[in-house]
């Protein structure tokens, strides 16, 4: 029986129950003798009524399907209907006592109680049994119930920790995937055709390389030879493996076109993200990484990177396959010895279930390190191997090309035949009258491209490949189109009436087939709160979605080798070496070209407050580039050598101390405006030379610096939202020339941030051993205590910075002072696992007994 039914029976009871209740109060103003018995009558059935009350509450309410045990009291001949009949049965002789309404006419005593105590005795007997009855099955289904919203509740707790613990992992994720291999992995696979790479994903050198414990494969050949398609066909070969429990894929593309993939601590950060995101329960040492950096504020370092990926690697008990392709197409300066070292690493780390396979050009410091440590033994990519897939990307071109397929068959056969026997390494479609002079090498084809190239246009050429190849972010066609019309040395240098007529198509005309384009999503990159970490390529910005044009078109250089070529010796022939570039001057080039294009925007505008007034994306129709221009004009500026940025430097100076222009800037920059700047503020602030002198120490532009502290400017205004003064900030950055020149001029060395941090305290946390060095010969306090009494030496100790913890303990610092919290460094390097700085404060004499509370030996 169901719940309404159930609890319509129960109310039914009640209101008998009620009756019962009203004849019996009769009976106790009219019948003085028998009061003792109406009243325990009265009150055992006033009891029962409460009890049914709750029944059919009960039975009322959401929850009574779920109640068994009221199910039963309802059935036929259940206590339901039992009580239903004793208590009708009562109603019945309680109404006859009562006499009939004749005689009450007459004023004649009509009532009579119909029981004797006996009786009542009985009555009251029955009722309570039932009573209990239906006490007891109250009591069994509330418990039920309470039972069911315990567990709903502790349902719901679990799902709102696994919710918290799922939102915290999507965070995490987000936060490690500043750079997404997938649209590189995309684009490689349009290029497959159906049997792409089959020579080696069907033969037994991948079978082999998947089954070997620990396994390193090194695939290598010339430019253009398909490894990155291959990279491609391998990773689609891999993922259906990747499909049960236990086993996971990740993957990293190397582009010489996009800085952000060319990042040691963005390949680090995406395989994580990817091998994360297949965990199936949080790692603690990634949780604490992330909270470690300031829930994902700032960077973590590579250090810390590579940490966590040989741990996540662990909570993997089946297997683990990492491809990474292009190592050649990875930075050479600074970081690629680290990059090899990184790999060496991970195969050291003799994980049984780890595959890893990379691809790069046969370059020498790569074949060094990678030819010894391959296992499966490395693969040349030979002609050879790859004719089959060219031969028949050739064929499916002249056969589903709109143009070539109208062609005679035997023409596409002598074409077939003429590029399949050149096309060791070489993809470029030509025409039939060109077939017997293609050339022999990729040199030759560029150097042709680049003779071809009409004399009126060559400026503008040479202008658009310096941003394709030293550019920190892809550009949009529009906004290529307008960069190459952008002449540093010219009067003006930039002028609306030289702009294409036709931008999108004049522009890729004119490069012809050494530029490619692409459609890409515009995204977010996550920003690590530093204008300067390290990388001077990175950009620094939140937000490089402007980079690509509406239409997201971004053009790059068609191949790795056209770089190569441009950057190169090979290209000084008289009729190429007008294409020529350097790293010099190609950042060079481009620093100057924002910041004359940022001045000229700025002064079309004659009149500052209107100026004050506007936004970049209001103007961003008329003027494509002033986005990029905002954010990249530094970038590049601080990639030139201090001793060859002296043209730069002047251009910066003038922006940085007119109002109109540093106030549309500062406005549009997504790190300084968020971070410090007071855009809000009055505008006559911006005119105040302190704040130029701000802007050039946080940037690192010595020179700026200079020449505005020849002005007598204001070294020790605090200008950010941290209360940091230049110095501080440029110690913050490990800028030394600017901290030396500022202390030069007066810079204030004690002045401290809104959290009580010194310039040594900032400096020696973030690892700027220079830095710590200059401020200390400048009697920097090294016993200075931040607003929560944590010292200077405490600071670098929890920041395992065990150069900076040496230095500091050279220079007198006390090893055993105790904070606030009542712990040593030595406390502070053990908590954190820093065995380095451990290491080095033993040996400086730290109290290994030394407590807080807990022994500091327990912790090591």
Not at 182 to 209: D, I, R, V, Y
Not at 261 to 271: R, T, W
Request: net charge negative; glycine share 6%; aromatic share 8%.
């Amino acid at each position: 029986m169901d719940g309404l039914s159930a609890a319509a029976s129960v109310v039914a009871l009640v209101q008998i129950s009620g009756q019962i209740y009203n004849l019996c109060q009769t009976y106790y103003a009219g019948v003085k003798s028998a009061r003792e018995d109406i009243r325990r009558l009265r009150d055992e059935v006033t009891s029962l009524q409460d009890v049914l009350n709750g029944v059919a509450d009960l039975a009322d309410s959401p929850a009574s399907a779920k109640l068994a045990v009221l199910g039963l009291l309802n059935q036929p001949d259940g206590l339901v209907q039992q009580c239903q009949t004793e208590l009708a049965g009562l109603t019945t002789k309680l109404a006859d006592g009562q006499g009939n309404g004749t005689m009450k006419k007459f004023g004649m005593r009509a009532l009579k109680w119909p029981f004797t105590k006996k009786d009542v005795d009985a009555i009251i007997s029955i009722i309570g049994r039932q009573k209990a009855l239906f006490h007891l099955a109250l009591t069994t289904d509330i418990t039920t119930l309470i039972v069911a919203i315990d567990q709903g509740i502790t349902q719901l707790r679990h799902d709102f920790a696994a919710s918290r613990v799922d939102n915290h992992q999507d965070k995490i994720i987000k936060w490690l995937s500043c750079t997404d291999p997938s649209s590189n992995h995309l684009a490689a696979c349009k290029k497959c055709q159906p049997t792409t790479g089959e020579w080696f994903t069907k033969g037994s050198s991948m079978k082999e390389w998947m089954e070997t414990q620990n396994s390193l494969l090194w695939l290598h050949g010339i430019p253009g030879c398909g490894k990155t398609v291959l990279s491609s066909t391998i990773i689609e070969e891999i993922k259906p493996h990747c499909d049960k429990p236990g086993s996971a894929l990740a993957y990293f593309y190397f582009d010489f076109s996009d800085s952000e993939k060319q990042n040691l601590s963005n390949l680090l950060s995406s395989l994580l993200a990817q091998l994360y995101s297949k965990t199936p329960c949080l790692p603690e040492q990634m949780a604490e990484l992330y909270a470690e950096c300031n829930n994902g504020e700032h960077k973590a370092s590579v250090t810390e990177l590579t940490e966590a990926l040989s741990m996540i690697m662990l909570e993997f008990d089946d297997q683990v396959f990492l491809v990474i392709d292009a190592l050649d197409e990875f930075a050479k300066i600074g970081e690629r010895d680290e990059l090899l070292t990184l790999l060496g690493d991970i195969n050291s780390w003799s994980l049984p279930t780890v595959h890893l396979i990379v691809t790069s050009r046969p370059e020498p410091d790569i074949k060094a390190v990678m030819m010894p440590l391959s296992n499966p033994e490395a693969i040349y990519i030979q002609g050879s191997q790859v004719q089959s897939d060219i031969s028949f990307y050739i064929r499916n071109q002249l056969a589903e090309d709109p143009k070539l397929k109208k062609w005679p068959s035997e023409v596409k056969v002598d074409i077939e035949k003429a590029l399949s026997a050149r096309a060791d390494g070489i993809k470029r479609n030509t025409l039939l009258k060109t077939l017997d002079n293609l050339p022999e090498t990729l040199d030759d084809t560029y150097a042709r491209i680049l003779s071809e190239i009409d004399r009126n246009d060559m400026m503008e050429a040479r202008r658009a490949l310096l941003w394709l190849v030293f550019s920190a972010r892809p550009l949009g066609v529009e906004k290529l189109a307008e960069a190459a019309v952008v002449d540093p040395e010219s009067d003006p240098p930039f002028s609306p009436e030289n702009r294409f007529l036709d931008p999108h198509g004049d522009i890729l005309e004119i490069l012809g087939s050494l530029v490619t384009t692409s459609v890409k999503p515009a995204q977010r990159g996550p920003h690590n709160g530093d204008p300067d970490d390290g990388d001077p390529d990175d950009g620094d910005s939140d937000d490089w979605s402007y980079d690509a044009d509406s239409d997201n078109t971004e053009v790059k250089l068609a191949h790795f080798s056209v770089k190569d070529y441009l950057l190169s010796e090979r290209i000084q022939s008289p009729k190429t070496a007008f294409f020529s570039a350097t790293p010099v001057d190609g950042n060079s080039f481009i620093a100057r070209s924002c910041l004359l294009y940022i001045l000229h925007y700025t002064e079309s505008y004659p009149k500052s407050t209107e100026m004050v007034s506007r936004f970049a994306s209001d103007d961003v129709e008329k003027f494509p580039l002033l986005l990029c221009a905002y954010r990249l004009w530094y970038v590049h500026a601080k990639a030139v050598p201090a001793r060859s940025r002296m043209s730069v430097d002047l251009i910066a100076f003038k922006l940085l101390v007119s109002s109109a222009a540093s106030t549309a800037w500062l406005r549009e920059d997504p790190y300084f405006s968020r971070e410090f700047i007071p855009v809000r503020r009055p505008k006559e602030m911006y005119s105040e030379l302190s704040l130029p002198l701000y802007c050039a120490s946080s940037l690192g532009l010595e020179g700026v610096v200079r020449m505005l502290l020849e002005l007598k400017v204001d070294t020790n205004t605090r200008w950010n939202s941290f209360g940091m003064t230049a110095l501080s900030n440029a110690a913050a950055r490990g800028y030394e020339g600017v901290v030396r020149l500022l202390l030069e001029h007066d810079g204030n060395i004690e002045v401290k941030d809104r959290w009580g941090n010194t310039a040594l305290q900032i400096a020696a946390a973030r690892e700027h051993e220079s830095v710590v060095w200059l401020l200390l010969e400048h009697d920097a306090n090294i016993e200075a205590k931040d607003r929560w009494g944590d010292t200077v030496l405490l600071h670098a100790a929890s920041k395992g910075r065990e150069r900076v913890v040496r230095v500091l303990l050279e220079h007198g610092a006390n090893v055993d002072e105790k904070v606030r919290s009542e712990w040593t460094a030595l406390h502070e390097a053990t908590h954190s696992n820093f065995e380095s700085v451990v290491r080095t404060l033993i040996e400086k004499g730290a109290n290994i007994n030394s407590k807080d509370g807990d022994d500091t030996l327990r912790c090591i």
